[in-house]
C-alpha cells in the first residue's frame, strides 16, 4: 500500500491557502499519473462550493516522490491535483486550468520559466518573524546571504527544506538568506544541462508543492512559514516571487536578436502593467513603494541589472545579447499559475 498526499489550491481570499488530505493508494509497478484515481472533498470547508452542494473534485495532474514518508523500502508520494467542480469542469478557482489552455496556444514560443521564492520564519504563535522573538535586530546590512547565529534565524529549517526538495525531485537550483533578518528564499525553475522538464505548468506544479513542502516542515520545528509580501513595517525588505522568463526567440544570442526581443516584450508589457499587479499579489502595495530594491507599484520602469526597477535585464544577458527577463513585481503570496499565465499571453500577444 502506499500513502499518497493530494495537494490542492483553496477558494481563500484574497490569497488562496494549500489543502492536502492522504489517500492508500494501490499502485501496479508500472504507473502514471492516470494511476492515481480521482478524490472528493468538501468544498463549503475551503470556500469552494455551498453546503448545499460542497462536493468537490480533486483531478491529480502531476506527483513526484514524497520526501518526509518515503524511507529506503518505501515510496510515497505528493500529487498535485485540480479542482473540479460538480460538473466535472475546472473550478473557479483552478487557474492551473487557464495556464494548461494558454500553454496549447503559446507552444510554438517555448517559454521557460523560474522562480525566486522569497519567505519569512516565525514562531508559532507569535505576530513577529524570528529575529524579533526576544529583540528588535539591528538594521538590515548583515543578514543577507549572512553567516553566524547573530545575524542567521531558522537555517535548520531551510536546510532540510532543501534536501526535501531534491530528494522530491524538483527543480531547485538554490538557497540563500534575505535582506531582511529571518527571511529566506529559494530558486526553482528550468535548470539547463539538469535534464528537467522545460514546461512552465510543471515548474509552477513544482512551486506550490515546495511550499507545502515549506509548512509540513515548519510544523516539526514549530515554526510558521509567511509569504506575507511585507511582513514588517519601516526600512525593512519585504518578500517576492521575482520570476524569470524567456522565450525561444528571447534566448537568441546571435547578432544581439534576443536583446532585441527582450525590449519588445519589456514594451508589451509596460502597456498591461495594471493587468499584471491586479493579479500579482494581495498587499502587494505595501512592498512596492519604490524602496527597498522595488519600484513604486503606480509605476513601470526597465533596467540593466537594476533591482529597483519593474522588469530587470541581468547584465550577463545584456552582454550575450539574449536570455531573460526578470519581472521584480510578483509578491510572495502570488499564484504562480496566474503569473505565468499573464506573462506568456502579454509577451507572447496571446489575448
Known amino acids: 500500500m502506499t500513502l499518497v498526499e493530494y495537494i490542492w489550491i483553496d477558494g481563500t481570499e484574497p490569497t488562496p491557502l494549500i489543502r492536502s488530505k492522504t489517500r492508500v493508494v494501490n499502485l501496479s509497478t508500472m504507473f502514471t ?38 524511507t529506503r523500502r518505501e515510496t510515497h508520494y505528493l500529487v498535485m491535483c485540480e479542482v473540479l467542480d460538480s460538473f466535472g469542469q475546472p473550478h473557479q478557482t483552478n487557474h492551473r486550468a487557464e495556464l494548461r489552455q494558454t500553454l496549447k496556444r503559446a507552444g510554438k514560443y517555448k517559454p521557460y520559466v523560474g522562480f525566486e521564492q522569497e519567505y519569512t520564519l516565525y514562531r508559532e504563535r507569535k505576530d513577529v518573524p524570528l529575529a524579533w522573538f526576544k529583540d528588535e535586530p539591528g538594521p538590515q546590512g548583515p543578514y543577507y546571504c549572512g553567516v553566524g547565529s547573530n545575524h542567521i534565524y531558522g537555517r535548520d529549517l531551510v536546510e532540510e527544506h532543501l534536501k526535501a526538495c531534491l530528494k522530491a525531485g524538483l527543480s531547485i537550483y538554490g538557497i540563500n538568506a534575505e ?18 522538464d522545460n514546461c512552465p505548468i510543471i515548474a509552477s506544479d513544482q512551486l506550490w508543492i515546495a511550499r507545502w513542502l515549506l509548512y509540513r516542515i515548519g510544523e516539526k520545528y514549530r515554526i510558521h512559514v509567511s509569504l506575507d509580501p511585507k ?18 526567440a528571447m534566448r537568441n544570442t546571435r547578432r544581439l536578436a534576443g536583446r532585441n526581443v527582450i525590449y519588445k516584450a519589456i514594451e508589451a508589457l509596460q502597456l498591461k ?14 512592498r512596492l513603494t519604490g524602496a527597498h530594491e522595488t519600484a513604486p507599484i503606480t509605476e513601470f520602469r526597465a533596467g540593466i541589472a537594476d533591482r529597483g526597477a519593474s522588469i530587470r535585464i541581468p547584465r550577463e544577458v545584456y552582454q550575450k545579447g539574449g536570455g531573460y527577463l526578470e519581472d521584480r513585481r510578483p509578491a510572495a503570496n502570488a499564484d504562480p499559475y496566474q503569473v505565468v499565465t499573464i506573462l506568456i499571453k502579454t509577451i507572447c500577444g496571446i489575448e
Open 33 to 70: 499519473i492516470k494511476s492515481f484515481p480521482e478524490w472528493g472533498f468538501d468544498g463549503s470547508s475551503t470556500k469552494q462550493a455551498e453546503g448545499g452542494d460542497s462536493d468537490c473534485t480533486l483531478k491529480p495532474v502531476y506527483f513526484c516522490k514524497d520526501p518526509i514518508r518515503s
Open 179 to 196: 535582506v531582511m533578518p529571518g527571511q529566506w528564499e529559494f530558486q526553482l525553475g528550468f535548470r539547463p544541462g539538469f535534464g528537467d
Open 231 to 248: 511582513p514588517i513595517d519601516g526600512d525593512w525588505n519585504g518578500a517576492g516571487m521575482h520570476t524569470n522568463f524567456s522565450t525561444k
Open 273 to 286: 502593467h495594471e493587468e499584471h499587479i491586479a493579479v500579482y499579489g494581495a498587499d502587494n502595495d505595501k
